[in-house]
């Protein structure tokens, strides 16, 4: 079985996504770490080195790849994966269970704010503008986002809480 989590950074999709396969007995795997893993690299030297072309290409190679072993895993997807290339086709091909884990902007801010150095996307968006940020860039991926047969809105839940509703909706 293979469970993947989309959604957008800060959503919590390595939290949940960790818990869920303990309790599923699953692989866990971190997509953008699987990707460091494999390239060698970090994802910002990735950018700074070969630049946001490449890094797309490689992503959608990566993702092509791990879809096809059919691993028994649950994956966590980077907050951008399902918005490039084919990739949100190649991932509803692959497994229905696919999970997009919705918080409203206003959440995403309260929980990016405090990591902020750790996410070189917003790391040097002003705080003031966080918010409309975020909301234009939710604008422009939610059209992936929500292709995912399930959704899961998650505002003040836990991630256990999170794990046991995706649970539930497993194919």
């Given at each position: 079985m293979t469970i993947v989590l989309l959604?957008?950074?800060?959503?919590?999709?390595?939290?949940?996504?960790?818990?869920?396969?303990?309790?599923?007995?699953?692989?866990?795997?971190?997509?953008?770490?699987?990707?460091?893993?494999?390239?060698?690299?970090?994802?910002?030297e990735i950018f700074k080195q070969k630049g946001e072309i490449?890094?797309?290409?490689?992503?959608?190679?990566?993702?092509?790849?791990l879809l096809q072993d059919d691993k028994d895993a649950v994956i966590s997807l980077g907050g951008g994966t399902p918005c490039f290339g084919n990739n949100m086709e190649y991932i509803l091909k692959a497994t229905p269970n696919v999970f997009y884990l919705k918080l409203t902007a206003e959440k995403l801010v309260e929980r990016l704010l405090p990591e902020k150095e750790q996410r070189p996307l917003v790391k040097d968006i002003p705080n003031a503008e966080m918010?409309?940020?975020?909301?234009?860039?939710?604008?422009?991926?939610n059209f992936f986002?929500?292709?995912?047969?399930?959704?899961?809105?998650?505002?003040?839940?836990?991630?256990?809480?999170?794990?046991?509703?995706?649970?539930?909706?497993?194919?």
């Open positions: 959604g957008y950074m800060g959503s919590g999709k390595s939290t949940v996504g960790k818990i869920l396969a303990k309790k599923q007995s699953l692989e866990f795997i971190d997509f953008d770490d699987y990707i460091v893993e494999n390239e060698k690299l970090s994802i910002p490449y890094f797309r290409k490689i992503e959608s190679n990566y993702l092509k790849q918010l409309e940020f975020i909301r234009k860039h939710l604008f422009e991926r986002y929500l292709k995912s047969p399930n959704i899961i809105s998650v505002n003040d839940e836990l991630p256990e809480e999170i794990a046991v509703l995706v649970q539930e909706k497993l194919a």
